[in-house]
């Protein structure tokens, strides 16, 4: 194998095997930001070996191995090691290979769950944490991140020195929480991957409507979720709603960046196998009192059950949105709700709970809001009106393709 094909083997193999190195080695020495560093020492020490020796057979835990000999090497060092470090060094310089680790692997998938939850603290604001877990959990370098948020790689790794800083001055255990905070915390999970997936869906700034790897990397993150908490029923609901958003990504561009809205999109570029992945995610979120990310895949679910937007069960989306802002009140869910009672009982009886929203502090800078009010104008024939809506909304948005799109809107207006 050549040296180019060998670093492409150690990038695809890390953004894969990122997290269970780091987790693995975070297990031993309790400390996030360190195993981060002797992870990166594996991976330099892979880029180094394997163009010369080749890629082993389990490259995986090869690099967890290494990782962990260094962590040994690190705490002999200090000379804070107990005996059963003695112990487990001395396995690692002897018997155990980087091909077969499997004792020391036994327990991967709780470490990797516990730096699920230490990544995800509510303690860090949101943004770290999902650059934290996309560092940590994704494989992605500061640049990837930084490149991922439209913002520098400076300021990136900043977040993340600070988020390493601050979960080590808390002195936040490598654990799974207990179950008087595990709730809270699991919500915390739960929206960092949600917020990475939205940020790919419908970027706030730049020039692309979408950035797909983000969308990606926050598929991984559910799926991964689901698999070490299969008995909470949010992980597959949120599972479940990104499977089914993720269905829609190739209909919801022209060949050339272009947005093209719900009802516009052509259906058959929906990606039914991700649709059939959600829907049994669905199935198995479902209980008696669902959470706020089923209720959203149980949205989605209607939509991608339509096979034309005039099947579209409006109806239940509107009562779905009402559960949904009675479970977790907010501004942008009744604005939804206003939309699906729209498509449900005419334009009219939608704008009527717009206007209610216009007076919210929190959406006096949301540019859905008067894209909805010019878009209910426009079928009640109101079409200045609308065109002064659709201005204001593209003067709100930060993302370039919106822009052009909500301007065009307004053109179609007429003067």
């Not at 995610?281 to 991608?304: K, V």
Request: with cysteine.
């Amino acid at each position: 194998m050549g040296e180019s094909d060998a670093r492409r083997t150690v990038e695809a193999v890390w953004r894969m095997e990122a997290g269970r190195v780091v987790a693995g080695i975070a297990a031993l020495v309790r400390d996030v930001g360190q195993a981060e560093e002797l992870a990166q020492d594996a991976l330099v020490a892979a880029l180094e070996q394997w163009p010369r020796d080749g890629v082993p057979a389990n490259p995986g835990a090869w690099l967890t191995t290494v990782g962990k000999r260094r962590a040994i090497d690190m705490l002999r060092r200090r000379q804070t090691q107990q005996r059963t470090l003695v112990e487990l060094g001395r396995d690692l310089d002897g018997q155990v290979t980087p091909e077969v680790d499997a004792a020391l692997d036994e327990h991967i998938e709780d470490d990797l769950l516990r730096l699920i939850f230490v990544a995800c603290h509510p303690i860090l604001s949101p943004i770290a944490r999902a650059a934290l877990t996309l560092r940590l959990l994704g494989g992605l370098t500061t640049g990837e991140i930084a490149r991922a948020f439209l913002t520098t790689e400076p300021t990136v790794g900043q977040r993340i020195t600070r988020a390493k800083q601050t979960l080590a001055a808390a002195k936040i255990p490598f654990e799974v929480p207990g179950p008087a905070e595990a709730a809270e915390r699991l919500d915390s999970v739960l929206e960092v991957v949600y917020l990475i997936f939205n940020e790919g869906y419908s970027a706030t700034a730049g020039d692309d409507w979408m950035r797909p790897a983000l969308c990606q990397e926050a598929l991984r993150l559910a799926r991964l979720l689901q698999g070490l908490m299969p008995d909470e029923p949010e992980a597959h609901g949120l599972a479940a709603l990104l499977e089914i958003q993720a269905s829609r990504t190739r209909a919801r561009t022209a060949p050339d960046g272009t947005p093209i809205l719900l009802n516009d999109q052509d259906r058959s570029r929906w990606d039914q196998l991700l649709i059939r992945r959600g829907l049994a995610a669905l199935d198995r979120a479902r209980t008696d009192h669902p959470g706020p990310y089923t209720l959203q895949a149980e949205i989605a679910a209607c939509h991608a059950r339509a096979r034309t937007p005039d099947e579209t069960d409006w109806a239940r989306i509107a009562a779905l949105y009402a559960e949904l802002a009675r479970l977790v009140p907010s501004p942008v869910v009744e604005l939804n709700r206003a939309v699906a009672v729209a498509q449900a009982d005419g334009p009219a009886a939608g704008l009527e709970l717009v206007r209610e929203l216009e007076s919210e502090p929190a959406l006096a800078g949301y540019h859905l809001l008067p894209s909805v009010v010019g878009d209910l104008l426009v079928k009640l024939g109101r079409h200045a009106e609308a065109r002064a809506e659709f201005e204001r909304a593209a003067s709100l948005t930060g993302n370039a393709r919106e822009r052009a799109l909500l301007l065009d809107r307004a053109a179609a207006c007429g003067p």
